[in-house]
C-alpha cells in the first residue's frame, strides 16, 4: 500500500465525493485511483473513487505578489496539494463520509480492480490503458447483448480517430472473447484505410508493441479477412484493382425485386415530405411478386418480357405512364395504382438519378452477395462512392443480415457491425428504410446476436433510440458547440472540458458498471493502415532449412 495523502476536513465530506490532502513527496493527477480507510464502529470501510481535479495554492498568502515574496523567503507560507476523488464504490455500504485524517492510498492490483468493478465483470475485454499505465477493462456482458449491446463512438472527423478506435475495440473482442462463434462487418467509408487490415504494420513502434502486449495481446493484424469492393463499371468479374484478392459484390436483378431493394434508392430525407413513398411501396410490392412468378433465375414482367437491369426496370415504368398519358390506364395502375401521373413522374426522374449510381451493383443474372459466415471478418469497401451508392449498399447487407438473424432459433454466430457516419444512416429528424434496419439492429439486434459499433461525428444528430440503446458511449476530440448537447450528459465533472482538449489515440469511456467516465489510451495499429504501411511478406521455402 502506497499512502499519498489524507481525507481533508477543511472542504466538504460527502458519501459522494472527498478531498484529499497530498504529501509533499507523492504525485497525484487526473484519472488516479484512491481508496481511503475509515474506521466505521467496529467496521473498516473503504472508500474507492477516481481524480477528478487537482489543485495547488498558496497557503498564508492574500496578495497577488505574496507569491513573489515567498519565493524569496520574505513570508512564510506553505503550498496546498490537494485532490477532489469522485467515489466508484463503498465497501461494505456504508454510505456515510470519510473522516477527516483518514489515511488515503494508490489503488493498486485488488484494490484498483474493485475500485472500477472488474471483479465483478464475468468476461471482461481490454479497452485501452489508463494514463498511468494500468489496463482499462469493458464488461464483455455489456457488449454481446447478455445484458446490454451497441457501442457508440462520437467525434471530431480527422482528430478524435473514432474508426481506429472501434477496430481497435473489433480486435480486442476478437482476441479476447471466449466465444468462438464471433464474426465481423466493417464498412469501410472513407479511402482505403481499412482495406489493409489483414497485413503487418511495418512502422509499429516498440512502446505500441508493449501496450498490446499488457493488454495480452499479440502484436498481430486481422486474421481470417476476406474483402468485398464493387465491381468494375462495365465488368462484374473484376473489382477495382487495388488487390487481386478482392471480391467484387453485386446483387442480381431477381434478387433486387424478391429482397425489395428498390426502397433503399429512395433515402434522401427530400423523398419523405411527398407522395413518392407510396409509389415506392408500390412497385417494390410488385416486383416481389413478380420475382416469385417467374422461372428461376430470371425476372419476368406481366408480359412475359425479361427485365435485366434497371434501365429495362425504367423503360417498364416508362411505358406505362406514357399508355396512361393516352388515355390507357391499365398498365399503369398495376404499377403505380391510384398515384396521380405527376407524382409518378417525379418517381420516375429520383429512380433514374439513383440508377446512375447503383447500376454497377446490379447483374442481369448473377450474384456475388457478402458471405460474412465464411469468414471471421468481412470488410465491404463503400469509399469512393456517391452517398446514394454507399446508403443503397448499407441498407441492403444490413436488411439481408437482419432477415437472417432473425430466421435462426439462436444468436449465433454473434455479428458485430463496424459503421462509421452513423447519422448518416440513422438521423434525429426524417424516416427511411435504412435508418428503420438500424432502428431495428439497436432495438431488437440484442437478443439476436447482431451488436453495433457505430460512430459519427455529432450524436446530437443521431436518432435518440439508437444511442438510447447503446449500453457502451466512447467520446473522442469534440467541438464546443457539439458538447452542450443533452447527448453528452453522461460526461460528469470535468469531462466535457477535456473532451476538447484530447489527443489522437485518447478517449473518454464510460460504461453502465463504472459510475463515472474513464479516460483511456489506446495504441496505434499492428495492422496496416495504407499500402505504403504494409510489411513485405518474405517466403521461405521448406527445403531452406535442411541446409
Not at 183 to 201: C, Q, R, S, T
Not at 329 to 343: E, H, M, N, P, V
Not at 454 to 480: C, F, H, P, W, Y
Request: with cysteine; proline share 6%.
Amino acid at each position: 500500500m502506497k499512502k499519498v495523502g489524507i481525507v481533508l476536513g477543511t472542504k466538504p465530506i460527502t458519501p459522494l465525493e472527498f478531498w484529499v490532502g497530498v504529501e509533499a513527496e507523492s504525485l497525484v493527477q487526473l484519472d488516479d485511483v484512491l481508496y481511503a480507510e475509515s474506521e466505521v464502529g467496529s467496521q473498516k470501510v473503504k472508500y474507492y473513487g477516481i481524480v477528478q481535479e487537482v489543485q495547488k495554492f498558496l497557503e498564508g498568502a492574500q496578495w497577488v505578489y505574496d507569491a513573489y515574496l515567498a519565493t524569496q523567503g520574505v513570508i512564510p507560507i506553505n503550498i496546498a496539494y490537494v485532490a477532489k476523488v469522485s467515489l466508484t464504490r463503498v465497501e461494505p455500504e456504508i454510505f456515510i463520509p470519510p473522516t477527516p485524517g483518514d489515511p488515503v492510498y494508490i489503488a493498486e492490483g485488488e484494490e484498483f480492480e474493485k475500485a472500477l468493478y472488474y471483479d465483478q465483470m464475468k468476461v471482461k475485454i481490454p479497452a485501452g490503458l489508463s494514463r498511468s499505465g494500468k489496463v482499462i477493462y469493458l464488461n464483455y456482458h455489456f457488449l454481446d447483448g447478455t445484458e446490454g449491446a451497441h457501442v457508440s463512438i462520437s467525434g471530431m472527423s480527422g482528430v478524435a480517430t473514432k474508426t481506429s478506435y472501434a477496430l481497435f475495440l473489433l480486435y480486442s473482442i476478437l482476441y479476447h472473447s471466449n466465444e468462438r462463434r464471433i464474426n465481423a462487418i466493417i464498412f469501410n467509408v472513407k479511402g482505403k484505410d481499412l482495406l489493409w487490415i489483414d497485413k503487418k504494420n511495418k512502422k509499429l513502434s516498440k512502446e505500441d508493441e508493449e501496450a498490446l502486449r499488457k493488454m495480452g495481446m499479440k502484436p498481430e493484424p486481422f486474421k481470417d479477412v476476406k474483402f468485398y469492393v464493387p465491381p468494375h463499371p462495365g465488368n462484374y468479374s473484376n473489382p477495382d484493382p487495388e488487390r487481386d484478392d478482392f471480391i467484387p459484390f453485386y446483387w442480381s436483378m431477381r434478387e433486387f425485386a424478391q429482397e425489395g431493394l428498390l426502397r433503399f434508392m429512395f433515402v434522401e430525407e427530400e423523398e419523405t415530405k411527398s407522395q413518392v413513398p407510396y409509389i415506392v411501396e408500390r412497385i417494390a410490392n410488385k416486383l416481389y411478386y413478380l420475382a416469385k412468378e417467374s422461372p428461376e433465375g430470371r425476372l419476368l414482367d406481366s408480359y412475359g418480357r425479361d427485365i435485366e437491369s434497371l434501365q429495362d426496370l425504367e423503360d417498364r415504368l416508362t411505358e406505362a405512364i406514357e399508355q396512361a398519358e393516352a388515355g390507357e390506364r391499365d398498365l399503369y395502375r398495376k404499377w403505380f395504382g391510384d398515384a396521380s401521373i405527376q407524382t409518378a413522374r417525379a418517381f420516375l426522374r429520383r429512380f433514374s438519378r439513383s440508377a446512375f449510381h447503383i447500376k454497377r451493383f446490379i447483374h442481369p443474372t448473377q450474384s456475388s452477395p457478402i458471405k460474412w459466415e465464411e469468414n471471421k471478418v468481412s470488410v465491404i469497401d463503400i469509399s469512393g462512392l456517391h452517398s446514394i451508392a454507399q446508403m443503397f449498399i448499407v441498407g441492403a447487407v444490413l436488411k439481408k443480415l437482419f432477415e437472417e438473424k432473425e430466421n435462426r432459433s439462436h444468436p449465433f454466430p454473434k455479428v458485430f457491425v463496424v459503421l462509421d457516419e452513423l447519422n448518416k444512416y440513422a438521423p434525429k429528424d426524417g424516416w427511411s428504410p435504412i435508418k428503420d434496419v438500424v432502428l431495428d439492429i439497436a432495438e431488437r439486434g440484442r437478443s439476436l446476436g447482431v451488436i453495433l459499433i457505430g460512430a459519427q461525428q455529432t450524436a446530437s444528430e443521431i436518432e435518440k433510440r439508437v444511442l438510447a440503446n447503446s449500453a457502451i458511449k466512447v467520446v473522442g476530440r469534440m467541438d464546443s458547440s457539439e458538447l452542450l448537447s443533452k447527448e453528452y450528459e453522461f460526461l460528469t465533472n470535468n469531462f466535457r472540458q477535456r473532451a476538447l482538449i484530447l489527443k489522437k489515440g485518447t478517449m473518454i469511456l464510460c460504461q453502465p458498471d463504472i459510475p463515472t467516465p474513464l479516460m483511456v489510451k489506446f495504441p496505434k495499429p499492428p495492422w496496416a493502415t495504407r499500402k505504403q504501411e504494409v510489411e513485405e511478406e518474405v517466403y521461405v521455402p521448406e527445403d531452406f532449412n535442411n541446409f
